[in-house]
């Protein structure tokens, strides 16, 4: 694998403001070097600042300390060679699912057939064929999430977000979208930057996996994961690799969502 | 046995309300005994209402007075509408805008429209215009209100998801918090009928010559309480057609 630099994250910390002088340090100087193409999936316990962190990378908020650069240049604003999933998922009731979906490419002035075409190949991806013209009032939690991955994907993004983009679905459809967004990463390569709290879903899916700290995070440990793809779930190196995560953390006991 | 009870929980649920309106129908005979001049009977209202058809107050018949009140009400929203609801997306949006014109709306809108109305009608008189303008008064605070509060509180979430398809503040405003904030618009524009109905009964009471307000007035002056009450129940009626018009409208914008 070639490790062209794609982002750096360089000592950033955030706090937020809770009362008049108390602030609360949600994270600390953390650094981070992410790579082209890579998978690169951020592990880490519950109200840690994942979702903050993802926020600074994708340049929605800007951290107090340090900075983030994409491709050597700092980053101040959202970029639009990046996508992301939003853990809130972030669909719009007032459009259909199709809308929702298409909403980046007709953003940036698309052709309505052009666009159609590729919001329905990763509709029918994400298993939504026939609720194109639903409403996401009509549409269960899980169901608006992967609504929320189809938009994010159809917008084509070179470095994709995705902030616990599975939460909301059950074990089944969780296990089948894990392996088909691992199936889209091998054939359309791209840099993922993928969030969680599951060590297994972790491990089927990362390269590379950051373990955060508690609040406030920092990078505790990186693991490089060199096993082949579709995962094996049950093999030897995978126990193995299973065991010396979760023995680093305590996240074990968290799977809210 | 569970379904049972759902079942006569569900009927009680029917019949409760019919067993209501019966209750203050027999209330209402009860008080016409005692006093048939003041409270007149149900049947003494429907025949003053029968009666409005064919004899004219004021040269008109009951549609025409319906009419002059809806009529007034109509073009209040209209002027509301097209007024309000940009000034209220200016406000909502734009930080200036809100500390400057936004705050001396704010000054004037604690005032309740019918205070207005002395200072109105001795500027401009007891014509059409000051008529309309009051329920404009009216309409136009909750419209305004509704329209900047949602627009400031849109979901962050949704333009967070627009920012990061590089929307510019243009689409950010017109494709994201303006269709959010349909429903809580149209909330307000349902206040603003409501309202209108209520300024527009004030206004028709001070020297108008037709509308619902002016035949309750003439009720009161000529002594008719059956009038009075033929007014006060069509009124009643005009603002259900407004609200059954109104869902119906935010049904098609907003796609049920
Ligand atoms: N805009 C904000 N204002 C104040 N506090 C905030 C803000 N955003 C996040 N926080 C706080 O920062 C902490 C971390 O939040 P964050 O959403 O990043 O956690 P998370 O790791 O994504 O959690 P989860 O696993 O539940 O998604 C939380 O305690 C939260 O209350
Ligand atoms: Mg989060």
New binding site residues.
Partial sequence: MDKKLRLRINEISKS???KKKDY?K?IDSLSLDIFDNEFLVIL????????????IIAGL?TPDVGFVELDGVKIDGPNPDMGMVF?KTGVFPWLTVMENVELGPRFKGEAKSERRERAQKYINLVGLQGFESHRPPQLSGGMKQRVGIARAYTNNPEILIM??PFGALDAQTRYSMEEEISNIWSIEKRTVIF?T?NIEEALALGDRIVLLTE?P?RVKEIYEVNMPRPRDLMSEEFLLLRQKISENTDLSIDS?? | MNNKNILIKQILYLVLPVISVLLLIVLWFFASSVNRVLVPTPGDVIDRFVKTFTNPINNQYIWGHIWASLRRVLIALFFSCSIGIPFGILIGWNKTAEATVGSLFELIRPIPPIAWLPLIVMLLGIGEIPKILIVFIGTFTPIVLNTATSIKLVDPLYLDVGKMFNANSMKLLFNIALPASMPAIFAGFRTATSGGLMVVMAAEMIGAQEGLGFIIQRGMDAFDVPLIMVGMVVIGLVGVFLAVVTNYLEKLVCHG
């Fill in positions: 937020y403001k809770l609360h949600v880490g316990p519950g109200h840690c600042g994942k979702t903050v962190l993802l926020n908020e853990q902030d616990e969030v709290n609040c995070a809210e969502v």
